[in-house]
């Protein structure tokens, strides 16, 4: 089945020692989004990839890059994380453009839950 | 700006009962709307979405939302709820730029015995 996979389902990781969150997509969607959601909150979109185009939302840190090597792989890195990152990281995907419609229906992976010690 | 709004961040129903979740929208232009169910440690899954082409729209699991244009509302029901609904439920509005989606608050929905 088509699908959003994230490694690892479950990080830890210490104050400040850099950490990387992977995604894939089976889906071949044009579009990989990286959104931070915690506890009892709605997702926070961070980034996203629009191809190989970088989006960055204006009121993301910079302590978070992301790279996307190829069409299926995305990847959220997280310089130096504080005790305030600690959240669920969530992966998402959709098929944008002229063809699709454009509705922006978009594919969660099942999400990666940071915690920092 | 595209926004919505949840009403209630908590909702709870009997099993076999009516469920109906609220979401009014704010939006300069024809909306594109949907709703989205969590259930812990778990990512969002899509119930539904209106794309203009219906205004009520059926969804998974025996969800449907109708879009009332009058109203700026687009309310999550279903008409018996089951334990296994038990979860969080976020309507979504794309932005009217660029491709996110901007999320409601989101209700968590407890179904009782």
């Known amino acids: 089945d088509a699908m959003v996979i994230q490694n690892p389902r479950y990080q830890v990781t210490q104050f400040g020692k850099p950490v990387t969150l992977s995604c894939s997509q089976t889906l071949n969607h044009n579009v990989m989004y990286w959104y931070q959601q915690k506890s009892s909150q709605a997702p926070k979109l961070l980034f996203h990839y629009y191809d190989k185009d970088f989006n960055n939302e204006a009121d993301t840190p910079d302590n978070f890059q992301s790279r996307r090597p190829n069409t299926s792989f995305c990847f959220l890195d997280i310089r130096s994380p504080g005790l305030g990152d600690a959240a669920m990281y969530l992966c998402a995907t959709s098929r944008d453009g002229v063809l699709a419609g454009s509705y922006n229906e978009q594919f969660f992976g099942p999400g990666t839950r940071l915690t920092v010690l | 700006a595209q926004s919505v709004t949840q009403l209630g961040s908590h909702v709870s129903v009997s099993e076999g009962a009516l469920v109906l979740l609220r979401c009014n929208y704010s939006s300069s232009v024809p909306p594109y709307l949907f709703w989205y169910v969590q259930y812990p440690n778990q990512g969002l899954q899509l119930l539904l979405k209106?794309?203009?082409?219906?205004?009520l729209v059926k969804g998974i699991n025996g969800f449907e939302a109708e879009f009332k244009k009058s109203e700026t509302s687009f309310h999550l029901t279903k008409p018996s709820a089951h334990m296994s609904d038990a979860a969080e439920y976020f309507c979504?509005?794309?932005?009217?730029?660029?491709?996110?989606?901007?999320f409601g608050k989101g209700t968590s929905l407890l179904v009782t015995p």
């Open positions: 979504a509005v794309r932005a009217s730029s660029g491709y996110a989606l901007n």
């Open positions: 209106y794309t203009s082409a219906a205004t």
